[in-house]
């Protein structure tokens, strides 16, 4: 196995043999990070340093957790047992099983997902008596994340950080909120951080343990850490000091959500002596690419510094283009139409993105990309465990595993239809209250004595036996048996095929892919806690399609070409951003830019409008003070409405001055046939501008814009 280091770089090799002490490597933008963190475990086995057990692996995602295990699979040449490597979130519910006793907990608690907290927090919210209209429970929830993401707990919440929502209650709400999670046995994502930094930190035996336990800990994308994940991995790496952080501070895109960029700039101070290693080559991008994106973001003061080189043999390429348009629509125009050409001659289109600031920017060339046929997908869609049906199904699952789980009870409990209303349901929460039970056993009891009476009765009854029937299949035939009984008996399944809406199909479909995914597990508890964990959202693999997203959406990908479109002053940088958070908002919007130009292997097309569509109408719009940042010898400039001059200082009084918007060269002339996606073949009787009276063959006259039909006169 001596091999496994051969192909690596100096400075790869260097972050994979340095073990001892705290080492930060900073990996830039397509350098083999992922190679280096694999590499390192492999060498730290190979070398009997440590136990597969004896190493915390810490990743961000579920994708990532498993690339890493088939990795280690190949690099090992077998499957390696008894690993502690997953996301934060995976690790600290396991390591939270294993002391649940100690935060008030058995080791078979819930994890709730985001529907069942907002549901829980607005029961809550009304027994307190605020008014949810004015006063959202998803605000709440967000507020409660964010000083979970800080390491608060109800009554540590400093002054700075205190909330005005519902007039200064936040915080009572909280501790409320908390307390009806450990009486239902039960935690949020927050809570599996929080609750095991607080015992870390009040329990010097477990702390003990798990220091003594791990004798090396890696981290990957260490940049995008918060601050209770920080303090997570700072308490478990003072026993040892063999932490390993590999990062990019200049790729760290996601404060929104939490993310403290100083968790990674100050790491020097927090562990005094570590070695910093910098990954420079880059085996991803062209020449011309990584130039553009180092000297853009070198114009960041907060960073660590260090410059982008290739790493291919053949990183020789064509400059960074840079496209200015007259506007929104030509600027959609010009992006489909080159996606179509690359199509045409044979590149995959699963290799080419559309990488914008905002949601909104994809309508534009959604609509341009359907009236040229060409199959896109937008990436970061609906995730499967979030879709209203796959919901409902693992309600009754979880009943079934937990019938103390009040918020599935509640959500299944007259789904499909039952006639359990409001009324019924409001004898249920009143009989648990006083006999301290939950909704289920109360409704046991209400149905054996009487509390209800005629068909609601007999109703509930007959699904307090279902459930008991559900449960001894479980027992004796498996939790997929189980599952396809439950939804065919209680009626779910009988419900969706009655729908006739268009949604009604897919809805079944995913019923079953639900199926086939349990079948996975060999208990239903450890699927419920797997969907407690999940967050990626699987794409179907092998669909040759256009990739379309955010560019925080896109961290981690790479493409051969990337569309870049709307790099204007208020768009990108965002202006909302830039006035909520000034420079360190600057900086971060920056790095958005850095990342999105280092997705391009080969191609990188940035593109800027002279105008856009508000709701007022047509407004002039700036270059971004981003393009003023790229080397202008690594660019090629084009497009119909360059500015006299296109170099200018960002925050002079003027504006660029415009040239004047040119003829469209593909103006539909009166006479011309031509095909629109809905209305088929037609002929041109009237034009106005971009808009156009069309003769249609089989849809009579209908007025069009030119945008959307395509000219067919042969």
Known sequence: MSDYLAGLNPAQRDAVETTEGPVLVLA???TGKTRVLTTRFAHLLLTKRAFPNQILT????NKAAREMRERLHRLLGQPVEGLWLGTFHALCARMLRRFAERVGLTSDFSILDTDDQFRLLKQIMEAAHIDTKRWP???????????????YLPGQIPANESSD?????????????QDRLKSLNAVDFGDLLLLMVNLLKTDAEVLSTYQRMFRYILVDEYQDTNLVQYYWLRLLAQGHKNICCVGDDDQSIYSWRGAEI???????????GAKVIRLEANYRSTAPILAAASHLIAHNEGRLGKTLHPGRVDADGEPVEVVAVWDSEE??????????????????LSEVAILVRAGFQTRAFEERLMVLGIPYRIVGGLRFYERQEIRDALAYLRLLALPAYDLAFERIVNLPKRGVGEGAMRTVHEAARAMNIPLYAATQKLVAEGGFKGKLRETLRGLLESFARWREELALRGPVVALETLLDESGYLAMWKADKSPEAPGRLENLKELVRALADFETLPQFLEHVSLVTENEDQAGDDKLSMMTLHGAKGLEFDTVFLPGWEEGLFPNQRALDEGGNKSLEEERRLAYVGITRAKHRAIISHAARRKSYAGWQDAIPSRFLDELPENMLRHSGSAQTQPYRQPHMSAGFPVLAKRPARASKIPLGARVFHQKFGYGRVIAVEDDRLDIDFETSGEKRVLDRFVERHDT
């Open 28 to 30: 830039g933008a397509g």
């Open 58 to 61: 810490v990743t961000f995602t």
């Open 137 to 151: 429970a998803n605000a709440l929830m967000t507020q409660i994340q964010r000083w979970k993401d800080k390491g």
């Open 165 to 177: 929502f519902a007039n200064g209650k936040a915080e009572a709400l909280y501790k409320a909120y």
């Open 262 to 272: 100083e968790n990674i700039l100050k790491f020097e101070r927090d562990f005094p």
């Open 331 to 348: 600027e959609a125009r010009m992006i489909a139409s080159r996606a179509e050409s690359l199509w045409r001659a044979k590149h995959k």
